[in-house]
């Protein structure tokens, strides 16, 4: 599919109408579109991404602090990070069509560059930075908590449930119902001083490990790492025990 000639169709799916549409080209354009028009003078995404990750960052924060006041930090900090990682990013950004907007060189094009997900996240990472810089923060937090509407309510719906942010007890239910045993957690690796400490923790199924997480206690990286194996689980593959 080729790339849309204009940015004027992106406000119309964003709902966001952009007074300066250069910031959204350049929102829009990969390092390799540039790369094989070094004499354009045009700007790649990489500064709008960088600055768009921080952006997304205090707005998902936000968000969920107001959201769920009851939630510790621990929790709210895995909530966050299964919202700005590359796959939830990647998913909001095929529902806006991205790829098919991007401006790319002609390897990524052949590589198939439209429907990679970390180009998408990246790219979506860009726009909210563009309508940050052309609108202001409400702008851009409007259209953030937009875009990410789908993955929002799927957190109210794992919220509302019975144990509700305790990944460790729905975890433990599952493997009980589907494998009649008990889940293990073992610490895989410590690093960091005694009043810093970084906790990575395995969840394991027999000998199968189902989840990996990491947080600064060992209950926060159990939480994290029971969290990982139940997306596995919702998304349908099969632990091989």
Same mark, same amino acid.
């Given at each position: 599919?080729?790339?849309?000639?204009?940015?004027?169709?992106?406000?119309?799916?964003?709902?966001?109408?952009?007074?300066?549409?250069?910031?959204?080209?350049?929102?829009?354009?990969?390092?390799?579109?540039?790369? %094989?028009?070094?004499?354009?003078?045009?700007?790649?995404?990489?500064?709008?991404?960088?600055? &768009? =990750?921080? +952006?997304?960052?205090?707005? #998902?924060?936000?968000?969920?602090?107001?959201?769920?006041?009851?939630?510790?930090?621990?929790?709210?900090?895995?909530?966050?990070?299964?919202? +700005?990682?590359?796959?939830?990013?990647?998913?909001?950004? *095929?529902?806006?069509?991205? @790829?098919?907007?991007?401006?790319?060189?002609? &390897?990524?094009?052949?590589?198939? @560059?439209?429907?990679?997900?970390?180009?998408?996240?990246?790219? /979506?990472?860009?726009?909210?930075?563009?309508?940050?810089? =052309?609108? @202001?923060? %409400?702008?851009?937090?409007?259209?953030?908590?937009? +875009? /990410?509407?789908?993955? /929002?309510?799927?957190? =109210?719906?794992?919220?509302?449930?019975?144990? *509700?942010?305790?990944?460790?007890?729905?975890?433990? %239910?599952?493997?009980?119902?589907?494998?009649? +045993? /008990?889940?293990?957690?073992?610490?895989?690796?410590?690093? *960091?001083? =005694?009043?810093?400490?970084?906790?990575?923790?395995?969840?394991?199924?027999?000998?199968? #490990?189902?989840?990996?997480?990491? @947080?600064?206690?060992?209950?926060?990286?159990?939480?994290?790492?029971?969290?990982?194996?139940? %997306?596995?689980?919702?998304?349908?593959?099969?632990?091989?025990?």
């Amino acid at each position: 599919m080729k790339p849309a000639s204009s940015a004027d169709s992106l406000p119309a799916i964003s709902k966001y109408r952009f007074a300066n549409s250069g910031l959204l080209n350049e929102a829009l354009t990969h390092k390799s579109y540039v790369n %094989e028009r070094r004499a354009s003078g045009q700007n790649h995404n990489e500064r709008l991404e960088f600055l &768009g =990750d921080a +952006v997304l960052s205090l707005i #998902v924060s936000d968000y969920l602090a107001r959201r769920y006041p009851e939630l510790s930090e621990g929790a709210l900090s895995q909530l966050k990070a299964g919202l +700005v990682s590359e796959a939830p990013l990647a998913k909001a950004a *095929g529902r806006l069509d991205l @790829g098919a907007k991007l401006r790319l060189g002609r &390897g990524e094009e052949l590589s198939k @560059g439209r429907e990679k997900p970390s180009l998408l996240a990246d790219a /979506l990472e860009a726009v909210i930075a563009a309508i940050y810089l =052309d609108g @202001g923060l %409400e702008a851009s937090r409007s259209f953030t908590i937009d +875009v /990410l509407g789908e993955e /929002l309510r799927h957190i =109210d719906e794992l919220q509302a449930r019975p144990g *509700g942010g305790d990944y460790k007890t729905r975890f433990q %239910e599952w493997c009980q119902k589907h494998h009649d +045993v /008990l889940p293990r957690y073992v610490i895989a690796r410590e690093t *960091g001083p =005694d009043h810093q400490k970084l906790f990575e923790v395995e969840v394991c199924l027999h000998d199968t #490990v189902c989840g990996l997480g990491r @947080g600064s206690s060992k209950k926060e990286a159990e939480q994290q790492a029971a969290q990982r194996a139940l %997306e596995q689980v919702e998304r349908g593959d099969a632990f091989p025990v």
